[in-house]
């Protein structure tokens, strides 16, 4: 039950109270509710609505990989790009323009489900309607590299780099090391090494991809891992599955897209 729903019964459950205690209750309420309204996001603070629900932090210290919300919250949002990991660590999330392609492990096989019935322990999401097409220059090769270069030209583009926003890659990488998560039941000892190899995992060589990627300077330990400014996923055009980026080397003639700034 919600602060308002709760605030309504013990309100409903006073009226035939004397007028003045009504009144206090009622007073109590306003107050709660400014309160309330005080804590809900600034836009000013998060002006590319980027939200996130869940933890790495939480999953490699406490092995907390319970469902933290249900992906339908966002099947209403027509722009909305997402990605994330299954509740349980049962594969990996990914929604692009509101299309998923999530991805799991059964019995050794890649699994696609193109719906939002699934769980989340771990979701980042931000609705884009428009984005901006910039060239990566080719001598940007390393993960280390494009996390620069993408502070550099969100700056240049007008963006605020101290808040989290969003991002596209296309083009071929040169290489692309990946994974798609299935975690043992019952296994409650957590590492960044054990999470790439507990499911499918692999490295791609000059292969067209899409990836999605959230870049935050403050969200180390939250969405993004101790050593990373950025949380990436990628789809490839010729086998549409969703898998997480552990590292990559860029090829030429690839573009990064940034939400479009007016």
Same mark, same amino acid.
């Given at each position: 039950?919600?602060?308002?729903?709760?605030?309504?019964?013990?309100?409903?459950?006073?009226?035939?109270?004397?007028?003045?205690?009504?009144?206090?209750?009622?007073?109590?309420?306003?107050?709660?509710?400014?309160?309330?309204?005080?804590?809900?996001?600034?836009?000013?603070?998060?002006?590319?609505?980027?939200?996130?629900?869940?933890?790495?932090?939480?999953?490699?210290?406490?092995?907390?990989?319970?469902?933290?919300?249900? &992906?339908?919250?966002?099947?209403?949002?027509?722009? #909305?790009?997402? @990605? *994330?990991?299954?509740?349980?660590?049962?594969?990996? /999330?990914?929604?692009?323009?509101?299309?998923?392609?999530?991805?799991?492990?059964?019995?050794?096989?890649?699994?696609?489900?193109?719906?939002?019935?699934?769980?989340?322990?771990?979701?980042?999401?931000?609705?884009?309607?428009?984005?901006?097409?910039?060239?990566?220059?080719?001598?940007?090769?390393?993960?280390?590299?494009?996390?620069?270069?993408?502070?550099?030209?969100?700056?240049?583009?007008?963006?605020?780099?101290?808040?989290?926003?969003?991002?596209?890659?296309?083009?071929?990488?040169?290489?692309?090391?990946?994974?798609?998560?299935?975690?043992?039941?019952?296994?409650?000892?957590?590492?960044?090494?054990?999470?790439?190899?507990?499911? &499918?995992?692999?490295?791609?060589?000059?292969?067209? #991809?899409?990836? @999605? *990627?959230?870049?935050?300077?403050?969200?180390?330990? /939250?969405?993004?891992?101790?050593?990373?400014?950025?949380?990436?996923?990628?789809?490839?055009?010729?086998?549409?599955?969703?898998?997480?980026?552990?590292?990559?080397?860029?090829?030429?003639?690839?573009?990064?897209?940034?939400?479009?700034?007016?």
């Amino acid at each position: 039950m919600d602060i308002f729903s709760q605030l309504n019964t013990l309100i409903m459950a006073q009226r035939y109270k004397h007028r003045s205690g009504l009144l206090i209750y009622l007073g109590i309420f306003f107050l709660l509710l400014l309160i309330h309204s005080s804590c809900r996001p600034d836009s000013a603070h998060n002006p590319y609505g980027v939200f996130n629900i869940g933890a790495l932090k939480n999953m490699m210290r406490a092995g907390d990989i319970s469902a933290k919300v249900n &992906l339908d919250t966002l099947k209403d949002l027509p722009h #909305v790009y997402a @990605l *994330g990991a299954m509740a349980e660590l049962k594969g990996e /999330i990914q929604i692009f323009e509101g299309q998923v392609v999530n991805t799991s492990v059964q019995t050794g096989h890649l699994s696609i489900d193109s719906t939002f019935n699934g769980m989340a322990t771990l979701l980042v999401w931000a609705e884009v309607p428009r984005w901006k097409e910039h060239t990566i220059p080719p001598q940007i090769k390393s993960r280390q590299q494009l996390e620069q270069f993408i502070k550099e030209t969100a700056k240049a583009q007008g963006m605020d780099t101290a808040t989290p926003f969003p991002f596209l890659l296309e083009g071929t990488v040169d290489s692309l090391d990946w994974h798609i998560i299935n975690w043992p039941e019952g296994d409650m000892e957590h590492s960044h090494e054990k999470h790439i190899t507990s499911g &499918l995992h692999g490295v791609l060589h000059q292969i067209p #991809v899409e990836i @999605l *990627g959230f870049y935050s300077r403050h969200h180390r330990g /939250i969405f993004t891992h101790h050593s990373s400014y950025s949380h990436l996923h990628f789809t490839t055009p010729e086998a549409p599955f969703a898998g997480h980026v552990d590292d990559l080397q860029l090829g030429s003639s690839m573009r990064l897209k940034l939400p479009f700034v007016e």
